[in-house]
């Protein structure tokens, strides 16, 4: 049976220490109305959020993907979501999901304009079907993003590294894509440096070593990436962040892009240029990624 539900959350502070916050959630109907006219997150994307994977009523990495929530919520001056409530409610969302791969969202947005108090709930909806991309790869085409390497660190009030609701360039980004001919997008920076895909991680193999952008580029430190890496050095291999030049993505050994629902997609092109793909290697990572991890 398919099951898509929400439950609103009504958010504790940071610092509330209970054994049950259960009492604080109110399940709904997904297609249901929930939230007010007034409410911010609709009305200027002024909130944050986390998308978790759920295999067979496992979600995937909830700790990294809480702490993210934290950081973002501190980057936009949002009052720091409770960590137990928030967790107590992704354990009760997947508990409610069914076999198979399912996606749990969590949003906590400013509220309503001149609102007490912040707005907050939890989606529950099956994943999409990504086996295919899993195996056949995605062709990317390279996107400037119109700002250098260092703005993050300049210009904070952009919130690079905060996961907002602000999603429309993203989606603007992937629109382009497909208007190319390809699956998706890889931003550069105006400088010339790699950062990262409109929903994924990227990350590059030459020979034995692996190379993803560092996070203080003013991109989102991928929960994902962070598994696969745990992954690669138990394997033995050298897995590096580091500035990465734009001529890198056509040399190397194999490329993948990497987030919490898709996993581990291949890239096959770069700007039309073909990119090897390691299909062994790439099953490997997507048996990984599938299997219990917290």
Known sequence: ???????????????????????????????????????????????VFESIGVVDRHAQEVVPHLERLAHSARLCDLPVPNQAQW????????????????????????????????????????????SAVRTNGVRVVTLDRGYDLDIAERAPWLLLGAKT??????????????????????FLSRDGFVLEAPTASLILRFGDR????????????????????????????????????????????????VSSVRLAAPITSVDGAALPVDAAFTAELNQYLLSPRD
């Open 1 to 47: 049976m398919t099951r898509r539900f929400a439950l609103m959350i009504d958010p504790a502070t940071s610092d509330a220490v209970r054994d049950d916050f259960s009492d604080s959630f109110t399940r709904v109907d997904a297609a249901a109305p929930a939230l007010s006219v007034g409410e911010l997150s609709t009305q200027r994307g002024d909130g």
């Open 210 to 257: 692996f190379v993803t952008p560092a996070p203080n580029g003013g991109i989102l430190h991928g929960t994902t990436q962070l598994s696969v890496y745990e992954h690669l050095a138990a394997r033995g291999f050298d897995a590096a962040y580091a500035q990465v030049p734009a001529s890198d993505l056509t040399t190397a050994d194999a490329a993948w892009l």
């Open 165 to 186: 609701l602000s999603y429309a360039v993203n989606m603007a980004a992937l629109r382009e894509a497909h208007r190319r001919g390809a699956d998706d997008a890889i």
């Open 87 to 130: 967790h107590q409610a992704v354990d009760r969302a997947a508990a409610d999901c069914g076999e198979g791969e399912y996606v749990i969202k969590l949003i906590l947005s400013r509220g309503v304009e001149h609102g007490p108090t912040p707005t907050a709930w939890v989606t529950v909806a099956p994943a999409s079907d990504f």
